[in-house]
């Protein structure tokens, strides 16, 4: 028998020995040579124990186990000598956190295809997969630690006897036991079977675990319990890593452990990373993994055009928007970024590179002059530049470069997005260290060209001005060629000026339907829900966020066409039932034909697009005056005398009365100088004038000529003053829905609030200027007060308070009536555009969802055939792929019905 140590000796001096002398008992000589050869001793040193006194003290310090013979007591011994040599010592790494990740990465990489084969065993296992023995969870005794005893541990501390071991299985040679975290089970120890060929990663997950290391992990994370952390993220992309690492030590009944939330990070980024290799290989089967697939066939209702079918004026109606809270904070000073990894899977994404190329398209806008005051009252958003519509003023997407310059406390400062009417995502680009530059629309324009082909209506907030930036850009031919169009929101819309609006809104524009194009509105106030968890994450991750969110949200977005269809014809015909019939009934009883409408709508778009156009020969008038003005000013300064001039007696004495007359003699010299060159340079510039402008007799303020222009001058002083409270109105509106829009955050909403306290003070000036304006016109134009604008709505009533030198009163259009007629005549013909298009994406959904079926059988029979490992997976896909075109086909059942009856 061989014997152990089992606590502290009681000799002295014999503690360190103890272990060595025991463990060379059951060696050979030739052994304990080559363990003296390894300390550094004498080879003809005795080891032999010395019968003076027992090793073993009393019996309460040992006990008796069996004895290690031959290479058994060789490794105990050469174990027990490496751990007396390194006692006390602890390992430094001395790598970075850069070099542990790119090791780490580059560590996962060969290994990921084992992995995947692994996951599909054990997702698909083609017998039933005998589960890894685990342990219950435990009553925990220490707070701080997971570890647990077996029940041969619990029995051997306990005194109790064990039963005869038995042979071990060859089997179960390389099998282990580790950590594990299993939110459904609660396990905190499992048996993972391992063959000698299979890798550990590779046993670890077809025993259904992820570990978050390549080689010796410490802790495992059950793909069950990963894949309720995807699913919910998916349905809630705030749910964080650590909030869910949270819910996990809650359901074990412990407190929160850092280490978990790591592990589950990991092992999370391990997970999704086998889900997208698999997900790779599925499109690769259904043929789906060609370039711009997504792009050009994720929306049936759009690309799956059918022989036969009627023409669309539009084939496709696209939006395109920025969004800024999909930002992500830059590394601080000169540190390095650790996470190096570059997200290049997806397909959504544009390359920063071909963003670039449109950098330099189109000339920079030059910020205009605009004094501090405006420039509160406006919050820095500039007057629009060459070319650009004047309703550009209220969108800081038209705004002067010089005000689209972002923190540089932001990498990558928002996401620059285009989806098709329906919902789905086409392209996404980062917006890097910029504001919404001009390059981001014009490259989302350049790929909807190549891709899609013509006939593309693209929606824009600032369409109107951003039509004149792709007019001067490389894209211009080809945009002309493809009959590329660009118009405003509906929403938006509203908020430019009305000669826009006759000409860029939806309800004006023919062939549009019932479409507000204000779709990434509602995508980008679900996807800001991702701003929590991206904002200090690595590039990799966010983008892998992103991805992944939208790849769910185009997911969803496809089991609701159905519905949205069926919705939308049913607001068409609503419209058509309700409305038809009260305006046939207007019109019989008013003597107005579709033909008058359609001519007083023609003139409407002609008045309002040439509204604000000054004659040259009106702007030269208005300056002839004011110079004349200014001359005549000065010249009567000269030849009166002022009653600033007091004739005295010279003071008999000197002193401070000297002083102070000398004093204003010199004001009054410089002030009769410089009246006397402001005489002479304004005579001159008032000959030129009147020579260019051919007058032979100089105006006088009793002229009809001069009376004219000067209530010229206060209608125009009128209008602009009109033009600045639009404009001033026109942002409260857009912060007041922002301030109550869900999601605003407290520190915004205060910003807004005080905004707002700025503005109403800049609205109270130039109702001021307004009124006094509108006093200063014959007749009188009625004013303003506080209390009236605060409330207004209707942003076009505005355009027509402009009474210009062209007489409205008399035009039928101008007239509350005529003019609801015409809005209701445009509302009906877009209702009918509507059902026209929903019975063409019905066909279309419907043929489609035939079509895959029938391709769907095909494949699965390759598949069989060939015994593709995927073909679970592949199976799963689309089996999930038909239960929704099942939903969606009951959903258009209704509505094919009704377009059938309707035809």
């Known amino acids: 028998m061989r014997l152990v140590p089992g606590r502290t000796p009681t000799l002295p001096g014999a503690k360190g020995s103890h272990a060595a002398v025991d463990g060379e008992l059951g060696l050979s000589h030739e052994h304990r040579q080559i363990l003296d050869e390894l300390r550094g001793e004498s080879p003809n040193v005795s080891v032999e124990p010395s019968g003076d006194f027992d090793l073993r003290g009393d019996d309460a310090d040992w006990e008796e186990v069996g004895e290690l013979t031959g290479d058994q007591a060789m490794a105990q011994s050469i174990h027990e000598l490496v751990a007396q040599q390194w006692q006390g010592q602890r390992y430094h790494d001395g790598r970075t956190r850069r070099q ?12 990921m295809e084992s992995m995947t084969a692994a996951y599909l065993r054990w997702k698909y296992p083609q017998a039933p997969l005998h589960p890894p023995s685990s342990t219950p969870a435990p009553y925990f005794e220490d707070p701080q630690s997971m570890e647990t005893s077996s029940a041969d541990d619990r029995s051997s501390e306990s005194g109790q006897p064990q039963p005869q071991s038995v042979p071990e299985d060859p089997s ?46 410490s802790l495992l994370v059950s793909v069950k319990t990963l894949e309720l952390f995807r699913r919910l993220r998916l349905r809630k992309p705030s749910f964080s890593v650590e909030a869910f690492a949270k819910v996990v030590c809650d359901f074990y009944n412990m407190p929160y452990r850092y280490r978990f939330r790591n592990a589950l990070a990991e092992s999370f980024d391990v997970y999704l990373w086998i889900l997208r290799e698999i997900d790779a290989h599925i499109k690769t089967t259904l043929h789906q993994d060609s370039p711009d697939w997504r792009a050009l066939h994720s929306c049936p209702p759009c690309s799956y055009e059918l022989e036969g079918e009627p023409a669309l004026k539009f084939r496709r109606m696209i939006v395109i928007d920025g969004n800024n809270s999909l930002k992500r904070t830059a590394h601080v000073g000169h540190r390095q970024t650790a996470d190096t990894r570059t997200f290049d899977e997806g397909d959504y994404f544009l390359a920063p590179q071909y963003v670039d190329q449109f950098a330099n398209e189109v000339r920079s806008r030059p910020l205009p002059p605009t004094d501090r005051e405006d420039m509160e009252d406006l919050d820095s958003l500039s007057l629009a530049a060459d070319g650009a519509t004047p309703c550009a003023d209220n969108w800081k997407a038209a705004a002067a470069t010089e005000h689209k310059k972002m923190w540089a406390v932001f990498e990558e400062t928002g996401i620059f997005a285009c989806a098709c009417r329906h919902g789905f995502m086409l392209w996404i680009a980062d917006m890097i260290r910029s504001g919404e530059l001009a390059k981001y629309p014009l490259a989302m324009v350049a790929k909807a060209l190549e891709t899609l082909g013509s006939d593309i209506l693209m929606g824009y907030d600032i369409g109107c001005s951003f039509s004149s930036t792709l007019a001067h850009s490389s894209l211009s031919s080809k945009a002309q060629e493809l009959r590329f169009r660009l118009c405003v929101n509906a929403f938006h819309g509203y908020s430019h000026n009305y000669a826009c609006q006759m000409k860029n809104h939806p309800n004006i524009i023919e062939g549009m339907g019932l479409e507000d194009l204000e779709t990434l509105e509602r995508i980008f106030s679900s996807s800001n829900q991702l701003a929590r968890i991206i904002r200090y994450s690595s590039a990799f991750r966010r983008r892998l966020y992103i991805d992944t969110y939208f790849h769910q949200w185009d997911e969803d977005k496809y089991l609701n066409l159905g519905q949205m269809l069926l919705n939308n014809y049913k607001q068409a015909l609503l419209i058509k039932s309700e409305e038809s019939a009260m305006l046939a009934e207007t019109m019989q009883s008013a003597n107005v034909t579709y033909e008058n409408l359609a001519e007083w709508k023609e003139d409407q778009q002609h008045y309002f697009a040439t509204l604000g156009q ?60 410089f009246a006397r060159e402001q005489y002479q340079s304004t005579l001159q510039d008032v000959i030129a004038m009147e020579v260019s402008m051919g007058i032979d007799k100089r105006w006088e303020p009793a002229d009809k000529t001069y009376l004219d222009t000067v209530k010229y001058m206060h209608l125009r002083r009128y209008h602009r003053a009109l033009e600045t409270l639009q404009k001033l109105v026109i942002q409260r509106l857009f912060e007041l829905h922002k301030m109550n829009l869900s999601g605003t955050g407290y520190k915004l909403r205060t910003h807004i609030a005080k905004s707002l306290q700025t503005r109403c003070k800049a609205i109270q000036r130039a109702v001021n200027a307004y009124n006094s304006a509108a006093l200063e016109l014959d007749p009188p134009r009625p004013t303003l007060d506080w209390s009236q604008v605060s409330h207004y709505s209707f942003l076009e009533d505005f355009d027509l308070l402009r009474s210009t030198r062209q007489d409205i009163r008399a035009k039928p259009w101008a007239q509350p009536l005529f003019c609801e007629m015409i809005k209701r005549a445009n509302r009906l013909q877009r209702a009918e555009e509507e059902i026209l298009r929903c019975n063409i994406e019905s066909r279309r959904l419907l043929t489609s969802i ?30 999930r792929r038909c239960k929704g075109n099942l939903k969606m086909a009951a959903e258009c059942k209704p509505s094919r019905g009704r377009i059938q009856r309707d035809e």
């Open 850 to 879: 035939a079509d895959e079926e029938c391709e769907f059988d095909e494949i699965l029979s390759q598949a069989e055939a060939t015994h593709d490992p995927h073909l679970g997976a592949l199976h799963d896909h689309i089996i």
């Open 100 to 111: 542990r990740r790119e090791r780490l990465t580059a560590n996962w990489k060969p290994l």
């Open 614 to 673: 000054e004659p040259e020969y009106n702007v030269v008038a208005i300056e002839y005056v004011e110079l004349a003005k200014m001359q005549t000013t000065s010249s009567r300064f000269l030849t009166t005398t002022a009653t600033a001039y007091n004739f005295r007696f010279a003071d008999t004495g000197y002193g401070q009365a000297y002083g102070l007359d000398l004093s204003t003699t010199r004001k009054l010299e410089t002030e009769r100088r």
């Open 172 to 217: 179960t040679e390389y099998d282990f036991s580790i950590e594990v975290l299993d939110i459904f089970s609660l396990d905190t120890i499992a048996t993972i079977k391992r063959s000698s060929e299979d890798s550990t990663a590779a046993a670890i997950v077809e025993s259904g675990f992820i570990p978050p290391t390549p080689y010796s992990p």
